[in-house]
């Protein structure tokens, strides 16, 4: 072993080692790792001019070198440690490192100031593609190559006019393909921008939810169980914490993590017990930390610096699409092979007849397909943005318009996620708070075991009822949240936490008392766990008394309990009055409202060896309610129409749940609601039977979440399933679509799910199998009308040759269509809103083709109607007398086979509603783009220069008129048709 110091450089990254041990094998590994990062991401960072190209000396200066090793060992700048191995220093002399002030975090302009020197704490991805290679990419398919080689034969045989003209328009359609592509993944990259995770930080004293990409070292972060940490962090306070770094350290189990030690520098990276590091999930506890590390410079950077970045596969539907595609290869080019062989045969021009059957297989084949799936999908998904969805993954959106079972949690889902307390039950007297939402105005009032609405009851003195005080403070000590005034660009107050423990604390300001401030940390904590039911707290009050303070669900506190207050003072608790208090929680959850028990103990040991949840003495009982969404009864009743079963999966009250369910008619008298217990008296197979009859799901686990969906997937329904909590992760991803809250949901099951409402809110699902539906639907649109029109002209061409007439249309006639028909009108169709009956119709089987027998079928019937008409417009003129009939014959099919594709992009628009009933107007962009292209026709037929490249004239009147005639023939009998079925049905 021996140590170097050194500095490599290049053009766009410098790279500093300084004493870095290694052996002469690392050392190789080492050139490698910075050939290879110069290769793939750019991984560090150039400071901007106005900073010095080295760090400054004095005592404070940041450092922002990353080690390579966990074994690199200290290294000093200036006269005090460098941060290289924060889990080497102590704590104080980490946050003197960093300049970072423990108890109230850095100021903005401070985090501004190193966010300039650091960059933003992401990972940078591979160099992006040029865009010139994206370019030229566009002329690799097969049809594209042979008919580049038919231009140069053209030209070489002397018909200049052609190749030239040929060679355009091939590079048109490229510039068209490439803006289409450019466009789509602008579009995209939009998209993953919104995904980012946030972060919970504390700056200028104030905690506050920002993006996790904002992150600076000497940052200080809060983190909890389900979090993912978003940077590299030093430890400074932890409570029971665990968590699960196996991604990193591939350790299996979770590692439980301290704060208080200081380990030695060369401590391997799954043994540091005092550090997080990025993109690692808190299984257990929670914690404080100070940043130590972002973006490229954590460990998770370091790795991630060696990788290439991976292409994304392509979805489902993008590969049944090349499939059919390839599939409409081998066809049209076996037809093109009988046309060619017809018309050669027939005495044809060798070259001509050549070019011509070029001409048409790239007509005939719909190259531009993907790029226009592509923005269809792009499209789509931005509006579903706007819908408040976040769609993670591009296969769900096919799957969207197959869902036939919503699973959706009540709270914030179905509910407006603004917990309110109403009612507190305290020494056996009964109180009803006014106020709504988290503002603490409001007051307390006599209430009863009746009711839950005190709007007109007579006021309580607060100061008179220490029962109710002692009730409130236990809420208020027994709690996470933290409440947060409105700043600039906020609405009212701000809950930074769980809405159930923020209901609290508002209840508690209502009452007059104020939250801990941050210098009032608690001594020790259990967090809240979903199997326990329970959260304690353990404060030292200023008397120097240890307290413990709990809350939790009733009949897990109430047998713990041995006394209660009442009247002022502690009393034994009998059974009389636990009899007392379990009707009063019966009563609070038969008015849909949520009962949490309060209990605290005094004396408490605040060892957590002896952190035990017994011999507590009870306060009282809160019940809270977050009323139903006003709109979501209506997204019930459209699920409902569309064939979608919506149930209700809770953790809460089965009285409360069902009483909200039915509220929003999700269940009806015959439905039944089953508890958690309930499922453990099933087999799968009992479960799986009786699936169907069960609309509310309450006191339920995550295991019990994910056997719901077997059941019903099992029976073969396609179901959506959301979930928050990091449980609900195996649940989530086991649905056909996986659905993670935005608001409450943690990173854990974000990434998960295939799909993320920014609002949290059951009707965005709604709009999201809208909008999914609404995106297969014109998906299926644009292929009917491109390979309609595509068989038109196939058809056409090779009716001509079976009948021995001159082919009704030239080559470059032929890629002109292609060009001007088969571009706008089909992006146009892209951006139909979906049908006003979309959500009336059953869902779409899942794995049903995108062009079906039926839909197959229709396509040729329609191309038989479009080359028809100009077969027709060319038989009459091609027999009129006069000199150049056959010129002016084929100036008239190719003038109807271009309008004729125009036109009939309108029908396209809806199988069974006539464009009277879908409204002329309620797609611009179809109408901008028939016009576009309408005109760029006219002045192919009445520009001399157009005239001579096209080999076309300006029609005469009577031409004009069998041209209009015949153009709208198509459509005409489309509509006609669409009228007739109506009437039939009806």
């Known amino acids: 072993m021996f140590s170097w110091g050194f500095k490599i450089r290049h053009t766009e990254q410098s790279l500093t080692l300084r004493n870095y041990s290694v052996s002469p094998r690392r050392l190789r590994l080492a050139f490698l790792q910075i050939v290879n990062l110069r290769e793939s991401v750019d991984c560090t960072r150039r400071p901007p001019n106005n900073l010095p190209a080295e760090l400054p000396k004095e005592r404070g200066a940041l450092k922002p070198d990353s080690p390579l090793d966990a074994a690199a060992e200290q290294s000093a700048v200036g006269d005090r440690h460098s941060v290289a191995t924060p889990h080497a220093v102590a704590q104080q002399d980490l946050l003197m490192q960093l300049e970072v002030d423990g108890t109230s975090g850095l100021g903005n302009a401070e985090v501004e100031r190193r966010r300039q020197w650091f960059g933003y704490n992401e990972l940078r991805s591979a160099p992006p593609i040029p865009w010139w290679f994206k370019f030229f990419a566009q002329f690799k398919e097969l ?21 030239v003209v040929i060679l355009a328009i091939v590079v048109l359609n490229g510039v068209i393909g490439f803006l289409q592509e450019e466009k789509a993944e602008r579009a995209l990259a939009g998209l993953k921008k919104l995904s980012a995770p946030t972060a919970k930080v504390l700056r200028d004293g104030v905690l506050s939810a920002v993006p996790a990409r904002d992150l600076v070292p000497g940052d200080r972060i809060a983190i909890e169980a389900s979090d993912s940490i978003p940077a590299d962090a030093r430890i400074i306070e932890a409570y029971s914490l665990r968590v699960q770094e196996s991604a990193l350290t591939g350790e299996s189990s979770p590692s439980e993590k301290e704060a208080g030690v200081v380990l030695p520098a060369a401590t391997a990276l799954g043994d540091r017990r005092n550090m997080l590091f990025q993109s690692t999930v808190v299984v257990a506890g929670k914690a404080q930390a100070v940043v130590t590390a972002t973006g490229m410079q954590t460990e998770l950077g370091r790795i991630a610096g060696l990788l290439q970045e991976v292409r994304p596969e392509p979805t489902p539907l993008q590969r049944r699409l090349a499939e059919l595609g390839r599939i409409l290869v081998f066809v049209c080019l076996g037809i093109v092979a009988i046309v060619f062989s017809l018309e050669l045969y027939r005495g044809g021009k060798l070259s001509e007849v050549f070019i011509r059957s070029i001409s048409l297989a790239v007509a005939a084949v719909p190259e531009g397909l993907p790029a226009v799936v592509t923005m269809a999908l792009a499209l789509g998904l ?39 307390v109403r009612v507190v039950v305290a020494g056996g007297e009964w109180f009803g708070v006014t106020g709504t939402g988290y503002a603490p105005e409001g007051r307390f009032v006599r209430a009863d075991e009746r009711k839950s609405d005190a709007a007109d009851a007579l006021p309580v003195d607060v100061n008179a009822a220490p029962d109710l005080v002692w009730a409130l403070n236990v809420g208020m000590k027994c709690n996470a949240a933290r409440m947060s005034a409105a700043v600039e660009g906020q609405d009212g107050w701000q809950v930074i936490g769980d809405p159930t423990e923020g209901a609290l604390l508002v209840a508690a300001m209502k009452a007059g ?31 120097g008394q240890f307290v413990m303070y709990t809350k939790g669900a009733a009949e897990v506190i109430l047998p713990n309990c041995i006394a209660e207050r009442h009247g002022g003072q502690v009393v034994p608790l009998t059974n009389e009055r636990r009899d007392e208090i379990n009707r009063a929680g019966s009563q609070l959850a038969a008015q849909a409202l949520r009962v949490l028990a309060l209990a605290y103990r005094e004396h408490a040991d605040p060892d957590p060896e002896n952190f035990v949840e017994r011999d507590l003495i009870f306060a009282g009982l809160a019940g809270m309610i977050d009323p139903p969404r006003d709109e979501v009864k209506v997204a019930i009743e459209h699920c409902r129409a569309a064939g979608i079963r919506p149930v209700m999966i809770t953790g809460d009250h089965p009285e409360t749940a069902t009483a909200i369910a039915r509220e929003l008619n999700l269940a009806g008298r015959e439905d039944r609601t089953v508890t958690g217990g309930d499922l453990n008296q099933l087999t799968d197979e009992q479960l799986a039977r009786d699936v169907d009859q069960i609309a509310v799901y309450a006191r339920v686990s995550p295991e019990h979440k994910l056997r719901v969906v077997r059941a019903w997937r099992s029976r073969g329904q396609v179901v959506a399933m959301t979930g928050d909590g990091v449980n609900d992760a195996p649940a989530v991803q086991t649905a056909d679509i996986g659905i993670a809250m935005g608001i409450t949901g943690t990173d854990v099951t974000k990434d998960a799910s295939d799909m993320v409402l920014t609002d949290d809110n059951f009707t965005s699902i709604v709009s999201a199998i809208e909008e999914g539906r609404g995106i297969f639907d014109n998906i299926q649109k644009f292929i009917h009308y491109l390979l309609s029109c595509n068989s038109g002209e196939v058809l056409l061409m090779f009716f001509a040759a079976l009948v021995a007439w001159p082919a009704p249309l030239e080559a470059i006639q032929i890629l002109w269509i292609n060009l001007v028909t088969d571009g706008l009108p089909a992006l146009a169709l892209a951006m139909e809103p979906p049908e006003r009956d979309i959500m009336q119709r059953p869902p779409r089987p899942p794995h049903e083709n995108v062009v079906t027998l039926r839909r197959g079928l229709l396509m040729l019937v329609h191309g038989t109607l479009i080359a028809a008409a100009a077969g027709i417009g060319f038989a009459v003129v091609s027999h009129d007398p006069g000199d150049h009939a056959l010129e002016r014959a084929r100036m008239v099919a190719f003038s109807i086979m271009s309008f004729s594709q125009l036109f009939f992009a309108i029908g396209c628009r809806s199988q069974q509603r006539t464009l009277f009933e879908l409204g002329a107007f309620s797609n611009p962009h179809l109408l901008g783009a028939i016009l576009i292209s309408g005109l760029l026709q006219l002045a192919v037929l009445t520009v001399p220069f157009a005239q001579a490249i096209f080999h076309s004239a300006t029609p005469t009147g009577q031409e004009w008129l069998i041209i209009a005639g015949l153009s709208l023939a198509p459509v005409t009998i489309i509509e006609v048709t669409k009228l007739a079925l109506a009437a039939a049905r009806r």
């Open 382 to 420: 931005t509006r579903m943005v706007r819908r408040n969805v976040l769609i993670r993954r591009l296969p769900s959106v096919e799957t969207l318009g197959s869902v036939t079972v919503v699973c959706s949690d009540k709270t914030g889902t179905l509910t407006r996620n603004e917990m309110t």
């Open 143 to 163: 049809v594209v190559l042979i008919l580049i080689a038919a231009a140069i034969i053209s030209g070489a045989t002397g018909d200049w006019t052609d190749a």
């Open 513 to 543: 008392l104020q939250q801990p401030g941050p210098d009032e940390p608690p001594v020790h904590e259990i967090p809240f766990d979903s199997e326990r039911k329970a959260m304690s707290v353990v404060h030292r009050e200023q008397d």
